[in-house]
């Protein structure tokens, strides 16, 4: 076995502020001085590296000294820890009326995952009552976890929903995790939101372009220049998914178990944030 150096490109200043997270946690659950194989700083690099270049588990046991079975521990305890620390969907909302925000941008995405093998049955659709892969996206064609999520106006993100499985529809995901009933609310209270066509009828204040529909009149001048100024305002959203993938390579593909892919996510905006040091 080789030995060589490496560097992780991120500020240490984040790596300190995962450490004091983690320490946070180990007094919470007791875990006693010198009963640990790493320190808390030791930890937060591991799971730096995993979120940053999605490196293989077996390859920071090895890194760090310690077994595969600890590593998963570790990264796991670290996952659970940061995502803790993610904002509420009401917090956000009322920070956002605060700062003067006219509108936020609601959207979905899929966490790709390896192939599962839980089924469900179709309960919409021409092959209705069709058994299916409950983690299949159609959409995207390929397995993964539907996560929703809120951006400001320029695309930087707010806040992640938990997971569902990618069979799930973004309309169906939205209303299961309450965000349009909270949406709604808050555009009672002068803060709107703009999506696009999935979350079509999802309710008042959620705006979404004009649909043209098979038998009815072509779309008005009005309706057309309200929908291409819908489009280039919420079109800035699909950036905070990107914002968020680009930077941690873990969420281009999830190796661990799909359920965590809404804690991997929400520590992922975590560390986001952190490192913009809360500017949105």
């Known amino acids: 076995m080789i030995a060589y150096g490496a560097t992780l490109d991120v500020a240490r200043e984040l790596a300190l502020f995962v450490a004091r997270v983690l320490h946070a946690e180990r007094r ?13 700083y030791r930890q937060a690099v591991l799971a730096l590296a995993w979120f940053r270049d999605a490196t293989p588990v077996r390859r920071l046991a090895a890194d760090h000294r310690i077994g595969i079975a600890t590593a998963y521990r570790y990264l796991h305890e670290a996952i659970t820890a940061l995502a803790a620390q993610a904002p509420d969907l009401h917090q ?32 919409k659709g021409k092959n209705r009552g069709a058994t ?17 999520f809120l951006a400001t106006a320029d695309g930087c993100p707010l806040w992640a929903s938990p997971v569902l499985p990618g069979s799930r529809n973004d309309l169906a995901a939205a209303r299961h995790h309450g ?34 529909t098979t038998g009815r009149p072509p779309l008005t ?59 949105y």
């Open 221 to 279: 001048l009005d309706q057309q220049s309200f929908s291409l100024l819908h489009t280039r305002l919420r079109c800035l959203g699909e950036r905070a998914a990107a914002m968020l993938k680009t930077r941690w390579t873990a969420l281009r593909h999830v190796t661990l178990c799909p359920k965590r892919i809404g804690h991997i996510t929400q520590a992922a905006l975590v560390l986001t944030h952190h490192e913009h040091h809360g500017r």
């Open 28 to 40: 919470a659950r007791g875990t006693r001085r010198g009963r640990r194989a790493l320190t808390p």
């Open 92 to 123: 956000v909302l009322e920070q956002r009326r605060g700062a003067g925000d006219a509108h936020v941008i609601l959207d979905g995405t899929l966490i790709a995952c390896d192939r599962v093998a839980a089924t469900t049955v179709k309960t």
């Open 132 to 148: 299916v892969h409950l983690w299949y996206s159609g959409k995207h064609r390929r397995f993964g976890g539907n996560i929703q």
């Open 179 to 212: 965000i349009t009933g909270a949406l709604t609310a808050a555009a009672a209270q002068g803060l709107s939101t703009l999506a696009d066509k999935a979350y079509h009828a999802a309710g008042t204040g959620i705006l979404t372009p004009v649909k043209k």
